[in-house]
């Protein structure tokens, strides 16, 4: 079976809202606030990109979003939204669903940012980066990961840390994510003589990740495509309820006017 090459990809799992998609050669992209604003702009941002680079829902291999951890709001909207999208695509038949941690997306963004620079980053050897994510209330999350010959591997489950309890790992190169400024006074020093880099869960690192995670078998069915919560869980409330039905309902039906995703 030919690899999948069409995507749909987006994060909402931060303060930034991040869209992208591909045809398989090209890569188009959108940029805006996250936040509570993402279960009103989503939708509206999505499809039109989709229509800018030419695409239609039904013609998509699979739909891909950041999972999490991250906002409890943001990743119940991307959640929402995907399998929305996914069940009314294709005339009812549905789209495969692609969930990808929202830190390994921060790794390879970091991995993508630093390859210009450092040949060992481009080429694809061996190297672990240590992805952070502001989890707020004084907490960050952590994964490392180790990237060799064109792939991802997980080497620990995501933790909820606090900035002070951040250890070196033995052979870390990189820490990576947006904790740097919002912590800076509460990063052990132990950690200054290694190489920082800025980056978010970015839609085109989401892309970039896709085809080899859905090769692997990653892809789910839309009932199947869920949140990962590192902190309990909170159900969606009301108001959200009714911009992701409204929102999906456009999605689903685009001759309806598109007044109808606001509150």
Known sequence: MPEPRKFLAFDTSTDHLSIAVTDGARVWQHDGPGGAQASIT???ALLALLAEAGLRLGELDAIAFGRGPGSFTGLRTACAV??????GANH???LPVLPIDTLMAVAEEARFQSAATNRQFAIGERFTVTALLDARMNEMYLQHYEFSSGTWASLNGCELIRPEALVPE???RLLAGNVFDVYADRLPAALASLARIKALPTASALLRLAPALAAAGQCVDAARALPLYVRDNVALTTVERARIKAAVGIAADPARP???VNP
């Open 92 to 94: 009812g038949a549905g």
């Open 42 to 44: 989503l939708i509206p």
């Open 170 to 172: 033995p052979g870390l």
């Open 258 to 260: 598109r007044h109808a």
């Open 82 to 87: 995907a399998q929305g999208l996914a069940f």
